[in-house]
């Protein structure tokens, strides 16, 4: 089990920039799937960027070029950058882990873009 907590987020005006951090505790993380997920009002949580283990990376199409994701196997972090945002972004971001389909989530961390 892996327990993780989000931080990072805030207000931002369009075209600013954000990094969120996601820390863990347990011993599964670095063998776990990793994963930034986000939450508008009246949609469904939808997966903005994942790295697994190996350092495979994948972007939903709306981010890509403007968001980053990283991780620390050392410090138990993962981090999503993200630049150039606009009012699409603003949502509540979470984070995931995955470990052979033992999920767990973070408590999430508001991101507003508004000038």
């Known amino acids: 089990q892996v327990h993780l907590v989000e931080s990072g987020g805030g207000l931002v005006q369009p075209g600013g920039s954000l990094r969120l951090s996601c820390a863990a505790s347990?011993?599964?993380?670095?063998?776990?799937?990793m994963a930034w997920y986000r939450q508008a009002p009246g949609k469904q949580r939808e997966l903005v960027a994942q790295?697994?283990?190996?350092?495979?990376?994948y972007y939903t199409d709306s981010v890509k070029g403007r968001f980053t994701i990283s991780r620390d196997n050392v410090k138990r972090t993962v981090n999503l950058q993200m630049n150039s945002l606009n009012a699409e972004d603003t949502a509540r971001y979470y984070c995931?882990?995955?470990?052979?389909?033992?999920?767990?989530w973070g408590q999430g961390t508001q991101v507003t873009v508004s000038s």
């Open positions: 790295i697994t283990m190996r350092g495979i990376i």
């Open positions: 995931k882990a995955n470990k052979g389909g033992h999920v767990s």
């Open positions: 347990g011993s599964d993380f670095s063998i776990s799937t």
